[in-house]
């Protein structure tokens, strides 16, 4: 399939509605690229479900960011165990991408996008925040799932350009 017809633009809105729809970050960023790799939707949301809030809430590194190497893995990842060319291959677009994300979010863990402070960490519960108009003002969520999307849509495209 070429690139053209791809829709990597129409990818990266999904993602958003996707988070918007109340999925984590990282089932968004996934589940809009996961038909690519022969996933279907239902199974990339499950896969990915236990990433949100930086890891099972645990607030460690950003569930879009997670997404995006589970992506790299789907793209590129080895298959074969004694294969360390292909590893290296697959590690090196993954920081490569992780580096972007860092320098266009500041960080790439979750709590430090929040913004929260040991003590707000330490408190850190399993039980998901609701989905509510407040909830979606006072997070920069969404914006990280587009930027991780976008990410790894400009992949996407680069290799298409080599």
């Known amino acids: 399939m070429k690139i053209e017809e791809l829709n990597l633009d129409e990818r990266v809105e999904r993602a958003v509605e996707n988070f918007m729809a109340g999925y984590g970050c990282c ?28 890891v099972g809430r645990m607030r460690m590194m950003c569930g879009a960011v997670s997404g995006i190497v589970m992506l790299v893995g789907l793209d590129c990842g080895q298959t074969e165990g004694s294969d360390r060319e292909g590893k290296s291959a697959c590690y090196k677009v993954v920081q490569e991408l992780l580096a972007q994300s860092q320098s266009e979010n500041g960080s790439l863990i979750c709590a430090e996008i929040l913004g929260l402070k040991g003590h707000e960490k330490a408190q850190c519960s399993y039980v998901a925040s609701p989905r509510t108009a407040e909830y979606y003002k006072t997070r920069p969520c969404a914006a990280k799932v587009e930027s ?14 080599r």
């Open 27 to 54: 089932q968004s960023v996934v589940a809009a690229f996961s038909d690519l790799y022969g996933l279907d939707e239902m199974m990339a949301k499950r896969i990915a479900a236990g990433f949100g809030g930086g």
């Open 148 to 161: 991780a999307a976008r990410i790894f849509a400009d992949y996407l495209k680069s290799k298409s350009d």
